[in-house]
Every structure is written in C-alpha cells, then in structure tokens.
C-alpha cells in the first residue's frame, strides 16, 4: 500500500513536500557546482599535506587509511583551533567520571575512544565553519576517496582563506589578548586591594578592641588611685598625730626622769638626817615614806605611762612600716602611672596610626572607586571593542558573502564556460572525426580511382599493345 500523496492532474502542481525536494535538489546542485570549484587535484592535495610535514602520496589519498586520515585531521584542528585528542582529554575524562565515576570511567569509556569523540566535536565544528556540514563519524573511521577529497579540498581552501586574512585575525586576537590582560591586571589589583583592605579593617577591630581593653584598665587604675591617694592622706594624717603624740610623751619622759634624778639628789642630801633624834628620823621617815609613796605612785603611773607610750611607740613602728609598705605601694602606682602614661601615650600613637590607616583606607577606598570607574571604563572600551570586533566581522562576513557570491558566480561562469568548451570539445571531436572519416573516404576513393587508374593504364598498354600487333 502507497501512503504517497495524490498527484493533482493540474500541469506544475507538486506533491505535498515537492516544494522542499525541489529546495534540496536546488541546494544540492549548488553544493556540486560550489564543490566543483572548490575541488582540487589529487596531486595538489598531496603536495599541500607534504608541505605540513606529514608523509602523503596519491596512493595513500586513493585507498585511505583510518589511522592517517585521523593523524591529518587532527592537525589540521591542532593547526585552525588549537585542540587535538590531548587537550580535549581533561575535559572529556572530567564528564566520564561525572557520568560514570572515576573506578568505571576507563573500563566502560577509554580514553581513545572518549578523545576521539570529543575531537569529532570540535572537528564538526570546524567541518561547518569549513562548508562542509554532511561532515559524520564515518569520515574518519571508513574514509573514502572522492569523500577525503573533498574533505581536503575545503580544508585547504580555508587554511588558504585563513592565511590571506592573518594580518586582521591577528590584530584582533592581540586587541583581545591585550584587552583580556589588562582586564585580569586590574582584577587582580582590585583583588590585592581588597585583601588590604581586609586585613587593615581587621587590624583596626583589634586595635580598637585594645584600644578599649586599655581604657578600661585605665579607669579601673584611676579609680584604684584616686582611693590609694585617700588612704594615703589618712595613714599621713594619723602618722602626723603619732608624731606629735610621741613627741609630747618623750618630752614628759624626760620630764619625769629629770624628777628623778632631782629626788636621788634630794634623798642623797636627806641621808646624814638620818643621824639625828629617832623621833625627829620618825617623823622625817614618815614624811619622807609619804613622799616616798607619793613618788611611788607617781613613778607608777610615770611607767604605765612610759609603757604606754612604748605601745604607742610600737603602734607607732607599726604604723611607720604600713606608711613605708604604702609609701612603696605608691611608688608602685606611680611607676604603674608612668606606664599607663606610655601605654596612653603608645595608644595615642596607636589612635594616631589607627587615624593614619584609616585615611590610607579611605585613601585605599577611594583608589578602590577610581580603580573601580577605571574597570567600568575598561569594561565600556572592551564592550565598544567587541561591538566594532563584531561589526567587523560582520563586515568581514558580509564581505566573505560577497566574495563568495562572486565566487559562487565565477563558478558558475568556469562552470558554463565548461560546459561551452565541453561542448566545442565534443563538436570538435565529432568534427575531427567527420574529417579523419572524410579523409578515409577521400582516401578509399582515391585509392579506388588509382586502382582504376591502373586498370585503365594496364588496358591501354594492352590495347596498344594489341594494336600494336595488329599493325
């Protein structure tokens, strides 16, 4: 059973995809008659490829060889876009250990086979960019004559192309190089400031944690200080007091003791009394017991007092050694105090340094803007340089347009002009051969009229002959 469309009876009318087949059949004859032109000779091919370095005969380009044909190919990539089966491997062993996983990628995707593949890729890429878009798989696994001649033959016609534009292809690609240089200088400038700028950001959190730290202790000193200095005036004032007190007691120690030494004198005067009457000694002896006792008590109380004063002159001792213990511990707090005034005045030059690199850091900040315009600027002329990259080579491709329209009809001109001389080739052929049949006529006619010549000539002489004899 037939699922074709029925054919319409009107004179011109098409199938349902005649349109598209008469589309393809046209673009078809184009590719021959482009191909025609863009055809080289096996000779030139193989002189072409001999000049890369690769041994190539017309043998070899004849009956190919997968291997070889590969090895060409892949110098061609590695020639046009810099990729061969090594620099697509990364990338391709990556994907297999992605896909797979590292233990099953080599067993169940080796790596001559995962290259290839990825060669193809790009090699198909290429193939486009070349003309050729039929370009397959089986191109390089089961290479054919006449489809490796074609293969070549665009190939080549592009490296030709290629070399007769490397002035502007290698202008662009160092317009794009410097461009890209510069772009990775300035990011790594912008880098390098902002490693600074976060490096002097953190110095400043801890300085202004010590900062902090110190003023904190700096009070809390103070504070202790301002209560030592209070103690202090205490412990002075009742050393003070002590001073006086024991002054005063040591004065009537001395008193008391000159007392004494005036009564020993007044007693050693007394004693010759002693001589005299019993009742006058009685009544001298009880006055002088009363005195004695008076002295006594008086001499009691002088050493009570005097012990007295001894512990006060202790206490006193005491007292004098936590004034000195408080006398050094305010030396301590002063040598204290003097290394809290380097420490304030170190943290001043900290403070100082602190308000140094925070104008370098707005100093860093403000470079930082400006290197930051600068890039937008550099990002501005790299986008108005890919723009006019981009409108060149529309320019460039429009051009290539052109030239291959004009190839496209010098093509069809060579191809008429073919055709015509073809024509005039078989015309004077058919020409050439009327006129050796011709000339083999002519010939076979001459040849029969010399034969009848001959015949004539021989039945003369025989005729004359005759007559001759008849005579």
């Not at 990825?118 to 960019?129: I, S, V």
Request: with cysteine; charged share 35%.
């Amino acid at each position: 059973m037939s699922y074709n469309p029925r054919m319409s009876i009107l004179p011109g009318a098409l199938p349902s995809g005649g349109a598209a087949n008469a589309k393809s059949r046209a673009a078809k004859k184009e590719e021959e008659a482009a191909y025609a032109n863009m055809r080289l000779p096996d000779r030139e091919i193989v002189g072409c490829i001999n000049e890369l370095g690769i041994s190539f005969t017309v043998q070899d380009l004849q009956k190919p060889n997968p291997i070889q044909v590969q090895m060409i190919f892949e110098w061609f990539g590695e020639l046009l876009m810099n990729k061969t089966r090594a620099t697509v491997d990364p990338a391709m062993r990556a994907a297999a250990e992605e896909i797979v996983g590292e233990d099953l990628c080599d067993a169940l995707m080796p790596s001559d086979t995962r290259n290839l593949l990825g060669f193809f890729a790009n090699l198909k890429r290429l193939m486009n960019e070349c003309g050729v878009h039929d370009f397959n798989f089986g191109d390089l696994y089961k290479p054919t004559h006449d489809r490796l001649v074609k293969l070549l033959s665009y190939v080549i016609n592009f490296v030709r192309f290629r070399e007769s534009q490397t002035n502007v292809i290698d202008e662009h690609c160092n317009r794009a190089e410097q461009t890209k240089a510069r772009i990775e200088q300035l990011y790594q400038e912008n880098q390098n400031m902002e490693g600074q700028l976060e490096d002097m950001k953190f110095t400043r959190k801890q300085m202004e944690a010590q900062v902090a730290e110190k003023t904190k202790r700096n009070e809390e000193l103070k504070h202790k200080l301002l209560e030592l200095r209070k103690t202090q005036e205490k412990v002075a004032a009742r050393w003070e007091e002590a001073k006086i007190k024991k002054s005063e007691m040591t004065k009537e120690l001395e008193d008391k003791t000159m007392t004494k030494v005036v009564l020993k004198q007044e007693s050693a005067k007394l004693r010759p009394y002693t001589l005299q009457s019993p009742s006058a000694l009685q009544s001298s002896l009880t006055e002088l017991s009363n005195t004695l006792n008076g002295d006594k008590a008086h001499i009691d109380s002088l050493d009570r007092r005097a012990r007295a004063l001894q512990t006060s002159t202790d206490s006193f001792t005491v007292v004098t050694g936590d004034v000195a213990s408080c006398i050094k511990l305010l030396e301590e707090i002063a040598v204290e105090l003097a290394k809290e005034e380097e420490e304030n005045a170190k943290n001043a030059k900290q403070r100082d340094a602190l308000t140094e690199r925070g104008a370098s850091v707005r100093e860093v900040e403000r470079t930082e803007a400006l290197l930051q315009r600068q890039l937008a600027k550099w990002v501005e002329r790299t986008e108005t340089l890919r723009v006019h990259s981009q409108e060149k080579a529309q320019r460039a491709k429009e051009s290539m347009e052109e030239l291959r329209a004009v190839h496209k009809k010098l093509t069809e001109e060579r191809s008429e002009k073919g055709k015509d001389i073809e024509r005039r080739r078989v015309r004077i052929e058919q020409i050439e051969k009327k006129m050796l049949d011709l000339k083999e006529n002519i010939e076979n006619e001459v040849r029969a009229a010399y034969d009848e010549y001959l015949k004539m000539e021989s039945h003369i002489k025989l005729y004359i002959t005759e007559m001759e004899q008849a005579l």
